[in-house]
Structure formats: C-alpha cells, structure tokens
C-alpha cells in the first residue's frame, strides 16, 4: 500500500477524507511557531493530542499509538518507519540539509520523518520538500497582505 502524499496540508485535510475527531495526535516538538499552535488546532478540531519534546521519554511508544503525527522538531530523520502506527497520517514540516555528494549542490533536504521508512506504514504523508513548504509561504503572504490592508485601512 502506497500512501496518499499531500501536497496541500493542513487547511485541506479534510479533502483527502482525513478525519480529526475523536483521534489521537502527537505533536513532535512544541516551539512557538510550529508544534504548540498545530496541538492546539489539533485539540480544537476534537482530537486527543499528546506533545512530545527533548524531555520526553520514550517518544518513540507515544508516537506508536497516534493516528495523527505532526513533526516539527528540526532533526532529520528523527521519526522512523518502526515508530508510526500502520494507518497513521503524518505531517512533516521539518526541513533539514543533509550532506549529499551525490547531489549537484552536495547536500539535500529531508524532513523530520524517514520517508522512505513512514511509507511503508502511513495512509498519508507530506513529502519533504514540496509538502509544508509551499502552504508555509502562501500563507505568509495571505498573512501579509492581510496586515498590509488592516495597517492602511484598506478592509
């Protein structure tokens, strides 16, 4: 079984048929920007959320029983294949280089999540790069604009 890859995450997950509610979720990595506001849009939507961080002892058992994984720790590869439960969803928004002398720029990028691994198991996953990446800047940019507008009266 070859998972479905989502290209565009977070807003549109129900497009995919994916569903929130009543699942368990596990947030890996709880800064500011990425780990805590996904809990919390997690636990709004009705789902059982569970944060993971440098503290935490034994990641990977929490990590086994979540239907829903978002990663966002900044380390490559952190999440194996042997860590996610057969089904679950993952949404890696780590983006790491990794040192490759194969590559024309001798490095490339991986996300948090081994994908080649978390295929093997996941229903869903976002590939690193061209999953995250390009919601992150249209959102940027969404945002942008919307500031722009508030700061000069324009809405």
Not at 36 to 63: F, G, K, Y
Not at 109 to 121: H, I, P, R
Not at 127 to 146: D, F, H, K, Q, R
Request: hydrophobic share 45%; with cysteine; glycine share 8%.
């Amino acid at each position: 079984m070859h998972p479905k890859r989502m290209h565009r995450v977070v807003a549109s997950v129900w497009d995919y048929g994916i569903t929130i509610k009543g699942k368990i979720a596990v947030v890996i990595g709880c800064s500011n920007i990425v780990g805590m506001p996904a809990a919390l849009l997690l636990q709004r939507e009705d789902a059982t959320v569970s944060i993971i961080h440098s503290r935490t002892e034994n990641p990977e058992e929490m990590t086994r029983n979540a239907d829903i994984i978002i990663a966002a720790v900044g380390q490559p590869n952190m999440v194996k294949g042997s860590w996610i439960k057969p089904g679950a969803v993952i949404i890696d928004v780590g983006i790491n280089l990794v040192d490759d002398p194969e590559s024309p720029r001798g490095y490339r990028l991986v996300g948090d999540v081994c994908y080649e691994e978390a295929c093997k198991a996941a229903s869903a996953i976002t590939p690193v790069p061209g999953g995250v990446g390009p919601m992150t800047i249209a959102m940027l940019l969404s945002n942008t604009l919307s500031s722009s507008k508030r700061a000069y009266n324009f809405v």
